[in-house]
C-alpha cells in the first residue's frame, strides 16, 4: 500500500548528538522532495552505552521555533515520553494540512 519510505541517517553505527545535530542539518539544507515520504533518523548512539537519551537536543531541535520539523516527513527517535515532541510534530501537520487546504 505505502511506497518505499526513504530513510536518511549519519552512516555511522556511533553518532554523538553533535555529530547528529550536523547530520540533521545537511539533511535538511536540501530535504527530500516536499510531500513525499521519508524518513530522518534523529538518535544518538554511543560506544558502550548504545541508544543515548537526548530528549532535550530533540525538544530544542525540532521545537516550534525551529524551523527543522516543518521540513521533515518523519522523525525516528527513541526515549520521547515524556517530552513535546509529539507535541511539536502535531502542531506542524496542523499546520501544514492547513495550509494545504487554502491551496
Known sequence: YWPKIR???SGSDITSPEQLKQHITR??????VSGSLWSLSATS???LAGVKR??????????PDSGWAPKCSIINADFIGGTPLISHCQ??????????ARG
Do not use: C, M
Not at 27 to 32: E, F, G
Not at 91 to 100: F, I
Open 7 to 9: 530513510h536518511e541517517w
Open 27 to 32: 539533511t535538511l539544507a536540501n530535504p527530500p
Open 45 to 47: 548512539y554511543g560506544e
Open 54 to 63: 537526548i530528549t532535550d537536543e530533540l525538544d530544542q531541535w525540532f521545537g
Open 91 to 100: 502542531q506542524v501537520n496542523q499546520s501544514k494540512g492547513l495550509r494545504k
